[in-house]
C-alpha cells in the first residue's frame, strides 16, 4: 500500500518547455488535489477533483491544466514552463471526511 | 474569500518545553481544522484536526483548541521532543469551497536539546 505517488520527484525545464507531473492513489479516494508550495505562503490549491470525470479551478490555476485519467491517477500539465512555476509540488487524496493526505511531492525549477 | 493567518512563524523551544501555535481565520462559516507537520523533504502529514461542533481535542502529547466566537485555533505540543522539529501548516475549510482547504503560512518549529 504506498498511498499517494508522484513522480518524478525532482525536475529542470528551460522556459517554454512543457511536462506533465503524475500522481496516483491506492486509497481508493475519490477526490484529489495539487498543490504548489512556495516559501512562506503555505500550500495554495492549483486544481481540485471531486471525483473521476470531474475537475475545477482552485485559488492559483492560470498557467496549468489537470487530466483526471481515473480513480486513481491525477496529472497535473504545464504547457509552457515559466520561472514563476518554480516551486514545490504536492498532490493529496481523501474521502468524504475531510482528511487529506498527501504526496512526497515533486521539485519543479524553471530557467 | 476565506484567510488564515498563523503565528509565530518561527518557534524555538527547550527539549521538554511546550509549544503553542495559533491561527485566525475569518470565514465564520469554516467548520473544519487540521494541523499538518511537513518534514523535510516530505508531504505534510495530519497529525490533529478539530470541527466546528467541538472545543478541545487531545491525542497524547498534542492538543487543539477552537473558539469558534473569536475564530481562533490553536496547536499545543506538551513535553516537545526533538522530533517534533519540522513546519507546522494549520487550515481551515470555508463552508463554500467544498473540501478544499485554505492554508496558513506554516510555523516552523526547532526543538532544541
Known amino acids: 500500500n504506498a498511498g499517494v505517488t508522484q513522480t518524478p520527484k525532482f525536475q529542470v525545464l528551460k522556459t517554454g518547455q512543457s511536462m506533465t507531473l503524475q500522481c496516483a492513489q491506492d486509497?481508493?479516494?475519490?477526490?484529489m488535489y495539487w498543490y504548489r508550495q512556495d516559501p512562506g505562503m503555505g500550500l495554495r490549491l492549483i486544481y481540485y477533483?471531486?471525483?473521476?470525470?470531474?475537475?475545477d479551478k482552485g485559488e492559483v490555476p492560470n498557467g496549468y491544466n489537470v487530466s483526471r485519467l481515473n480513480k486513481r491517477e491525477f496529472s497535473l500539465r504545464l504547457e509552457s514552463a515559466a520561472p514563476s512555476q518554480t516551486s514545490v509540488y504536492f498532490c493529496?487524496?481523501?474521502?468524504?471526511?475531510?482528511?487529506?493526505?498527501f504526496g512526497p511531492g515533486t521539485r519543479l525549477t524553471v530557467t | 474569500g476565506e484567510n488564515v493567518e498563523q503565528h509565530p512563524s518561527t518557534l524555538s523551544v527547550q527539549e521538554g518545553d511546550s509549544a503553542v501555535i495559533k491561527c485566525t481565520y475569518s470565514?465564520?462559516?469554516?467548520?473544519?481544522f487540521p494541523w499538518y507537520k511537513q518534514e523535510l523533504g516530505k508531504g505534510p502529514q495530519l497529525i490533529i484536526d478539530?470541527?466546528?461542533?467541538?472545543g478541545e481535542k487531545k491525542d497524547q502529547r498534542i492538543a487543539v483548541t477552537l473558539n469558534k466566537t473569536a475564530k481562533h485555533f490553536s496547536l499545543h505540543i506538551t513535553e516537545t521532543q526533538p522530533e517534533d522539529s519540522a513546519v507546522y501548516f494549520c487550515?481551515?475549510?470555508?463552508?463554500?469551497?467544498?473540501?478544499?482547504?485554505?492554508f496558513g503560512p506554516g510555523t516552523r518549529l526547532s526543538v532544541l536539546p
Open positions: 493529496a487524496t481523501d474521502w468524504v471526511d475531510y482528511e487529506q493526505y
Open positions: 486509497m481508493n479516494h475519490n477526490s
Open positions: 477533483s471531486a471525483s473521476e470525470g470531474t475537475t
Open positions: 470565514d465564520s462559516a469554516s467548520n473544519y
Open positions: 478539530i470541527r466546528s461542533n467541538v
Open positions: 487550515a481551515a475549510t470555508p463552508a463554500n469551497y467544498g473540501q478544499n482547504f485554505v
